[in-house]
C-alpha cells in the first residue's frame, strides 16, 4: 500500500505559476510510474501528464503541453508538476497516481494509487 499527498495548490490569476509536490509514504519501495490527472467540477477526471519509472518516457496532455512540467525524485519519493502560463480552464482538483509498472500511461484506468487532490483556481 502506498499514501499519496498532494501540496501546492491554490489561486492564482491567469498567466501565473504553481508548483505541485506528491509525496509518496508507506510502501514506496516498489517500482511506480507516476501521473497527474484533474477534475473539474462537472467533469470527468482527464489526464495531464505522466512520467515512467526511470524518467526517460514523459506524454502531456496537448492541453497543458508547453505550459506543464512534470519530474520526480525517487530519492524523495516525489513527483512535481510545474505549471506556468496558467489559465482560467486549468482551474480543478489535481490528483497525483502511482501505477506499479515502470511504464507510464495515460489512462486513469490503468493506476493503482490516487492521492486526495489538491485545489487550483486560476481566476481573475
Known amino acids: 500500500q502506498v499514501t499519496l499527498v498532494e501540496s501546492g495548490g491554490g489561486v492564482v490569476q491567469p498567466g501565473g505559476s504553481l508548483r505541485l509536490s506528491c509525496a509518496a509514504s508507506?510502501?514506496?519501495?516498489?517500482?511506480?510510474?507516476m501521473g497527474w490527472f484533474r477534475q473539474a467540477p462537472g467533469k470527468a477526471r482527464e489526464f495531464v501528464a505522466a512520467?515512467?519509472?526511470?524518467?526517460?518516457?514523459?506524454y502531456y496532455a496537448d492541453s497543458v503541453k508547453g505550459r506543464f512540467t512534470i519530474s520526480r525524485d525517487n530519492a524523495r519519493s516525489t513527483v512535481y508538476l510545474q505549471m506556468n502560463s496558467l489559465k482560467p480552464e486549468d482551474t480543478a482538483v489535481y490528483y497525483c497516481?502511482?501505477?506499479?509498472?515502470?511504464?507510464?500511461?495515460?489512462?486513469?484506468?490503468?493506476?493503482?494509487?490516487w492521492g486526495q487532490g489538491t485545489q487550483v483556481t486560476v481566476s481573475s
Open positions: 508507506g510502501r514506496t519501495f516498489g517500482i511506480y510510474a
Open positions: 512520467i515512467s519509472w526511470s524518467g526517460g518516457s514523459i
Open positions: 497516481a502511482g501505477r506499479r509498472t515502470i511504464v507510464a500511461s495515460t489512462s486513469t484506468r490503468e493506476y493503482d494509487y
